[in-house]
């Protein structure tokens, strides 16, 4: 099962296992991991569970397409590898995927 490591804004780390074909916003609910509200269950309506995807990663979890880019307008901190958790989802190739969140999803 894939691992991903979701690190919160004050540096604490939440390591989850997950199933393959599921979003990383459900291994986040799935595992409590704080700050990953998903208000929308996944519908890719609300952006509370926005995440930085380390650099090293992106190639593997792809590029937001063009709705999730219309709600990535509405996060309070966009930055450099902002993705919607719920639009991901996880590949054998993500076992080790790491994650940030942001200081207000804290």
Known sequence: MPRITFIEADGTQHVAETEVD???MKAAIGNMVPGIDADCGGACACATCH?????????????????????????????????????????EEMDGLVVRLPKQQG
Do not use: F, K, N
């Not at 979890?61 to 991901?88: H, K, N």
């Open 22 to 24: 599921v979003s990383v």
């Open 51 to 91: 995440v930085y995807v380390d650099a090293a990663w992106i190639g593997r979890t792809g590029m937001p397409d063009e709705m999730e880019q219309a709600m990535l307008e509405y996060v309070s901190e966009p930055g450099g590898g902002s993705r919607l958790s719920c639009q991901i989802t996880v590949t």
